[in-house]
Structure formats: structure tokens, C-alpha cells
């Protein structure tokens, strides 16, 4: 099956691994980026059992389902 995220076409320049820009790294690519986004880097977080985003603004997840307290992994 075909993830609706990996159907659309992401705009600008991938940030650079040597220099990347402060904060959340795809921030200059996402069209949901905040002022947030350029401040902090998101860590990584459980919004359903078994499923993990690092992103301040999970498309298609409600704000009250994205925790603050970053997950452990490993």
C-alpha cells in the first residue's frame, strides 16, 4: 500500500548533513513547519502503539495525541 505522505512532492533543497539547520531538520521542506520547528529539535514519540514519529506536527494526528515526553528506543 501506498503511504499518502510519500505520494506528494516535497518543495526546496534536502538540508544539508553536514550543516543542518537549527532545530527540526526538514523544516525548510514542510509546509506544516512552525516557529517551533526552527527553535527545537522533535524527538522521537509514541502516537500509536507501535508507531513513532520526530516531528512536532504528525500529519493526520489531533495535537493531544503527540506526547511531550520523548520515547526511549534501543
Do not use: K, L
Request: glycine share 8%; hydrophobic share 30%.
Amino acid at each position: 500500500t501506498r503511504r499518502p505522505w510519500r505520494t506528494g512532492r516535497w518543495s526546496g533543497e534536502p538540508p544539508s548533513p553536514v550543516f543542518p539547520p537549527p532545530g527540526c531538520r526538514f523544516r525548510t521542506r514542510c509546509p506544516n513547519a512552525s516557529e517551533r520547528c526552527a527553535e527545537e529539535e522533535p524527538q522521537i514519540r509514541e502516537i500509536a502503539p507501535g508507531q513513532f514519529v520526530a516531528c512536532h506536527h504528525p500529519v493526520g494526528v489531533p495535537q493531544d495525541r503527540v506526547a511531550d515526553a520523548p520515547v526511549m528506543i534501543g
